[in-house]
């Protein structure tokens, strides 16, 4: 059975950080493209960080660049995402997905997404 789960959502205060985890299980992690997305109360689901199957590099939304770092460990087949700065816009479930490419399109299998709610 595939499953991605997402863990390390909570509230934090504006200018606080949060490292969320990602768990693959039930498949060859290393087959597979694995990203972060996000989606805030009314809000398209948008791309949050991914690395590019095309040129190997980690590409992030230009909402968060400079403050999170997506990175994984192979070896554990764990993702992370680490966010600095936050900012009440951040608010949002923050979700996993695995596929063939980082365009929410390309995603075969999504996680059940943890929560990241950032106070004024």
């Known amino acids: 059975e595939v499953q991605l789960v997402e863990s390390g959502g909570g509230l934090v205060q504006a200018g606080g950080s949060l490292r969320l985890s990602c768990a693959a299980s039930?498949?060859?992690?290393?087959?597979?493209?694995i990203g972060w997305f996000r989606q805030a109360p009314g809000k398209e689901r948008e791309g949050v960080s991914c690395i590019s199957s095309s040129d190997g590099r980690t590409h992030y939304a230009n909402s968060v660049k400079g403050r999170f770092t997506g990175y994984s460990d192979n070896a554990k087949n764990t993702v992370y995402l680490q966010m600095n700065s936050l900012k009440v816009e951040d608010t949002a479930v923050y979700y996993c997905?695995?596929?063939?490419?980082?365009?929410?399109?390309?995603?075969?299998?999504w996680g059940n997404g943890t929560l990241v709610t950032v106070s004024s």
């Open positions: 997905a695995a596929g063939s490419t980082c365009l929410d399109r390309g995603m075969d299998y």
């Open positions: 039930g498949f060859t992690f290393d087959d597979y493209v």
